[in-house]
Each structure stands twice: as structure tokens, then as C-alpha cells.
């Protein structure tokens, strides 16, 4: 099983960002790598178990689940029931923590997943750079 993890602080109150992040369904809204997500047929949004189609830039496609939502803890985590990347068994969790600065927000984004032994240090860079840190950095300017 391999992991990652990329994080940042942003200059924006915990709330907003939350009130982004948890919109699961809104994904495509402001990740930057997310060309659109739509929710399955007889799927509710935002609900522990939702399923969701997401298409990223480069045409790959797959299917995520809503595993946890936490809005005491400022924590989402999902699957990928089929990965639009090479990996197997991906779980990823973003949470958001206070810090002592007032009005800015600790982002923490991370994965677990397996992959072929050739590919995971290629994995974990564009999960890393490709992925998560233009999530990250995304929120810096998404919209409420």
C-alpha cells in the first residue's frame, strides 16, 4: 500500500472552505483537473454512499464514493470505485484544520491506493503536484 500527502496553508476562514469542499457534487467547480462530476442515477447528493462520474482533463473518467462527511471535523473521505488513474483500492481524505492565525485555514490532503511497483513514485507525483496542490490552491479563489 502506498500513501501521500500534500498540505498548505490558505488565507481563507475554515467555514468557506468548508463550505466548498463539501459540496462533493461540486467538485468540477473548483478543481482545477475535474472537467465535470455528475452524480449517478437515484444518487442524493452529498449523502455517505453517493456515487459520483468524473471526467478529468485529459479524458480519463471514473467513479468516486462518498465514504465519510464530518462537518464537526471538517473531514470528507472517498474511493475510487474505478480510478481514472493507474491505482487500485484509492482512498482519499481532505480535512481542514484550524491554525493560529486568524482567517486562514490548514488543508490536508491524503491517499492511500496501490499500484504497479513501476508506476507508484509516478503516482504519488501527480497526486502530489498534478492533483492536490492545484486542489489546494484552487480554494484559494473558489468561489462560496
Not at 5 to 14: H, K, T
Not at 90 to 95: A, R, V
Not at 111 to 138: H, Q, T, W
Request: charged content about 20%; proline content about 5%.
Amino acid at each position: 500500500m502506498e500513501s501521500t500527502v500534500a498540505s498548505l496553508v490558505i488565507p481563507r476562514n475554515i467555514e468557506e472552505v468548508w463550505d466548498i469542499i463539501e459540496k462533493f457534487h461540486a467538485l468540477s467547480a473548483w478543481h482545477p483537473a475535474v472537467v465535470s462530476s455528475e452524480f449517478e442515477e437515484g444518487c442524493t447528493e452529498d449523502v455517505v454512499g453517493a456515487i459520483r462520474r468524473v471526467t478529468l482533463g485529459n479524458g480519463a473518467t471514473g467513479t468516486e464514493k462518498l465514504i465519510r462527511k464530518d462537518s464537526k471535523a471538517y473531514l470528507l473521505t472517498y474511493s475510487f470505485e474505478t480510478a481514472p488513474l493507474p491505482v487500485e483500492n484509492y482512498l482519499s481524505t481532505i480535512q481542514l484544520l484550524p491554525t493560529c492565525t486568524p482567517g486562514h485555514t490548514h488543508v490536508v490532503w491524503s491517499a492511500s491506493f496501490n499500484c504497479k511497483p513501476d508506476l507508484c513514485s509516478e503516482m504519488r507525483r501527480v497526486l502530489e503536484n498534478d492533483v492536490y496542490l492545484a486542489g489546494i490552491r484552487a480554494l484559494q479563489t473558489a468561489s462560496v
